[in-house]
């Protein structure tokens, strides 16, 4: 039986999905990549679920591309193949359900685009971040597609080019992580970020989502056009119905009940 380096459970409207690689410090190993891209298809099609939480086992949520056997050569199945890192950055950047990350430790390189492609993060204060690339003569080409939105330009050169560590906390102030907490905090703050997101309508959350991504790339008249098409469009939904009917009842939406 072939170990297994990542899990996934369901309970409570939330996948949460477990990096469980701690031996190698969760590097993005063939395994360990196809493990989280099969995971991760799973709790999209999944009804019970409505988020995903992704985390870690050990002390390092993740330290980049697993590099022993990236030298070792072998069978296809890197950051571009099929199974590799640009498939799972895909999948989590266009989930229709949010993508919340939670980090414990250390992050490196290709962890951070991870990181990068969810849509929020919370970490320890005191993790350390790096793209360590340009330190070993590789470059962060994949990960910078989801990087780039989120730091900008200006800081997404200086790091790419100084490989320096910043902590949890200038993680946060970059717009890398959504919050930087103390250690014994960090399971409440992302449990406090699920409450509050579980209390939206699940075609909204979706329609949230589309509206960053897909908004900063429109021209303004295309931006108003497309805006202006999916405001009529979840204004006539189900969800929409259903969330008005419930705030002018004072009661909680079918899809907020106990939670």
């Not at 990236?70 to 229709?96: E, F, Q």
Request: include cysteine.
């Amino acid at each position: 039986m072939s170990e297994e380096f990542v899990h996934l459970e369901v309970a409570g409207g939330v996948a949460t999905i477990t990096l469980d690689s701690p031996s190698n410090r969760n590097a993005l190993s063939r395994a360990l990549m196809g493990g989280l891209e099969a995971s991760l298809e799973a709790a999209l099609n999944d009804d019970a679920a409505r988020l995903i939480v992704l985390t870690h086992t050990g002390p390092v949520f993740c330290s980049g591309a697993d590099l022993k056997e990236l030298r070792g050569g072998g069978p296809s199945g890197g950051p571009a193949g099929p199974g590799g890192l640009v498939t799972i950055l895909k999948t989590i950047w266009r989930s229709p359900k949010p993508v919340i990350a939670r980090i414990g430790g250390p992050t490196r390189a290709g962890g951070i685009g991870l990181i990068a492609a969810c849509d929020m993060a919370v970490a320890v204060e005191d993790a350390t971040f790096a793209f360590s690339e340009v330190r070993i003569g590789l470059i962060p080409a994949i990960i910078s597609v989801v990087v780039l939105p989120k730091l900008g330009v200006t800081k997404t050169m200086e790091l790419f080019l100084t490989g320096e560590t910043f902590d949890g906390t200038e993680a946060a102030r970059l717009g890398l992580l959504n919050a930087a907490v103390p250690a014994e905090q960090l399971d409440e703050t992302v449990d406090r970020y699920v409450a509050s997101v579980l209390k939206g309508a699940p075609g909204a959350l979706s329609g949230c989502k589309r509206l960053v991504r897909e908004v900063p790339g429109m021209t303004l008249d295309d931006a108003f056009a497309q805006t202006a098409e999916w405001t009529a469009e979840y204004f006539g939904s189900e969800e929409a119905i259903e969330g008005m009917t419930a705030f002018a009842q004072k009661r909680p939406p079918r899809w907020a009940k106990g939670k």
